[in-house]
C-alpha cells in the first residue's frame, strides 16, 4: 500500500470551487476532475469523508441578511449542500468512485440519515461519505459542521481545499507585503483574527487535536499531495 502521512480525512469544498470559475451553479469539467483526486486518494487506502459549502446557490446569512430571519437563510444555506452533495457523489460514481450521501435532516428518499455508526461502516468499506445539511443547525458554518464530522470520525486530518494556497499574514490580493505561513497556531490564528476558519471551527479542532491543512484546489491533484504529507499550503495545528 502506498505511503501516507493521512488514513482518514474529512475534506472541506467550497461551494464556489464546485461551480469552477464563475463560483456560481455547477461546473462537471472541475467535479470530474476533484472527483478523480478523490478518488486517487481512496485507491491509495485513504477513508475520505467531505462536506461541502453551498455558496454556489445560497450562502445562507449572507445571502439572507436584512432580508429574511437568519435561521431561514441558513435553512436554505443546509439545502445548497444537499444538491451539492447529490452531485458531487453522482460524479464520484460515474468515475467508478462509490459513494455516499447522509444528511443531517432527515430526508429519506434523497438521502441517507445521518448515523454514525453507518458512516463508519461505509468508510471502512472504501466509500467515499459525503456528510451534507452542514451541522443540521442554523447560526453554524459549513467549517464547523467539518470541524464537527471530522472530530466524530476521528479523522487524522481536516482538508480545506481553497482558491488560496494557504494562511496569509494579511490579504493577499490586497497587501502585498503579505506572505504565507508555513504553519500557524490555533491560538495564534484566533487572536489574530486572520479568519480562515471560523472562531468554533478552530476552538474544536484544537481542542480535539485535528491539524487543519489549507491548500488551493487548482490543481485539485493537491488533495492526494497532502494525504501523502507533502508540504504545500500552511499547516494549521
Known amino acids: 500500500m ?3 502521512k ?13 461551480g469552477g470559475e464563475s463560483g456560481r451553479g455547477l461546473d462537471f469539467a472541475v467535479m470530474h476532475r476533484v472527483a478523480r483526486a478523490i478518488g486517487a486518494c481512496a485507491a491509495a487506502g485513504v477513508q475520505v469523508g467531505i462536506v461541502t459549502g453551498g455558496g454556489n446557490y445560497w450562502r445562507g446569512a449572507k445571502d439572507g441578511g436584512g432580508k429574511m430571519e437568519r435561521s431561514q437563510a441558513d435553512k436554505m444555506g443546509m439545502l445548497a449542500t ?22 443531517m435532516i432527515d430526508m429519506v428518499r434523497i438521502a441517507e440519515p445521518y448515523s454514525y455508526h453507518r458512516a463508519m461502516h461505509h468508510l471502512e468499506k472504501g466509500r467515499v461519505v459525503l456528510f451534507a445539511a452542514g451541522s443540521g443547525n442554523p447560526y453554524f458554518t459549513t467549517d464547523s459542521a467539518a470541524a464537527l464530522k471530522a472530530a466524530e470520525i476521528g479523522a487524522d486530518a481536516l482538508l480545506m481545499a481553497k482558491s488560496v494556497d494557504g494562511v496569509y499574514t ?6 502585498p507585503t503579505a506572505r504565507r505561513l508555513d504553519t500557524v497556531g490555533y491560538g495564534e490564528m484566533l487572536a489574530k483574527d486572520l479568519r480562515v476558519i471560523d472562531a468554533a471551527a478552530a476552538s474544536l479542532l484544537r481542542d480535539n487535536g485535528i491539524p487543519t491543512m489549507i491548500f488551493a484546489l487548482d490543481p ?7 494525504v501523502r504529507g507533502e508540504k504545500i499550503g500552511t499547516v494549521v495545528c
Open 170 to 175: 494579511a490579504d493577499p490580493k490586497t497587501d
Open 220 to 226: 485539485p491533484e493537491n488533495i492526494l499531495r497532502v
Open 82 to 103: 444537499v444538491m451539492n452533495s447529490l452531485a458531487l457523489a453522482e460524479v464520484l460514481e460515474q468515475e467508478g468512485v462509490p459513494a455516499r450521501v447522509m444528511t
Open 6 to 18: 493521512y488514513r482518514r480525512v474529512l475534506l472541506k469544498l467550497s461551494g464556489e470551487a464546485l
Open 2 to 4: 502506498e505511503a501516507l
